[in-house]
C-alpha cells in the first residue's frame, strides 16, 4: 500500500510506487473569485470527478455544464477548459490520467502560445438553463 499525499504534491512519476499505472492524479481548486485557467490538451484521456461547486466547462469544442459528482470524461487530444463558475463556493475536482501511449507528455500542452495564457474565469450568478 501507498499512500500519496496529493494535498502536498500530486501523484505522478517521482512520487507514484512502480506497480501503479495511472500516470498523474491530483486536485484542482478554482476560487469563486479571481480564478484563472488555460485552455489545453494532453497525450493521455483525463478524467474529472467534480467534488464542490459548479462550472461551465469546454470539452472537445462543447461548453457544458458540470457539478459535484460529475465525471468529465476528456480524451486524449481534445481541447478542454474551465469558463465560469457558478454559485457561492469555490470550483474544485480530482483529475486522474489514464494510461496512454508510450512517451507520451505529462501536464498542460498547448496549440498555440495564445492559448497557452492564463485567462480570467469569471463567478457568476447560477445560469437558469443550469441543469437541476
Excluded at 36 to 48: G, M, S, V
Excluded at 58 to 63: E, K, S
Aim: aromatic fraction near 10%; charge should be negative; charged fraction near 30%.
Amino acid at each position: 500500500m501507498a499512500v500519496i499525499h496529493a494535498s502536498e504534491r500530486p501523484l505522478g512519476p517521482l512520487t507514484k510506487p512502480e506497480w501503479c499505472q495511472t500516470p498523474s492524479a491530483g486536485f484542482f481548486r478554482m476560487p469563486k473569485e479571481g480564478g484563472e485557467h488555460d485552455c489545453h490538451y494532453h497525450e493521455h484521456n483525463e478524467l474529472y470527478l467534480i467534488s464542490r461547486g459548479m462550472a461551465k466547462i469546454l470539452n472537445a469544442g462543447r461548453d457544458q455544464y458540470v457539478r459535484e459528482r460529475d465525471i468529465v470524461c476528456i480524451k486524449a487530444g481534445d481541447e478542454h477548459d474551465i469558463l465560469e463558475v457558478y454559485g457561492d463556493e469555490d470550483f474544485e475536482l480530482f483529475w486522474l490520467y489514464e494510461p496512454g501511449p508510450d512517451r507520451a507528455r505529462l501536464g498542460h500542452l498547448h496549440r498555440s502560445p495564445e492559448k497557452a495564457q492564463p485567462h480570467p474565469v469569471p463567478a457568476k450568478p447560477i445560469p437558469p438553463d443550469f441543469p437541476g
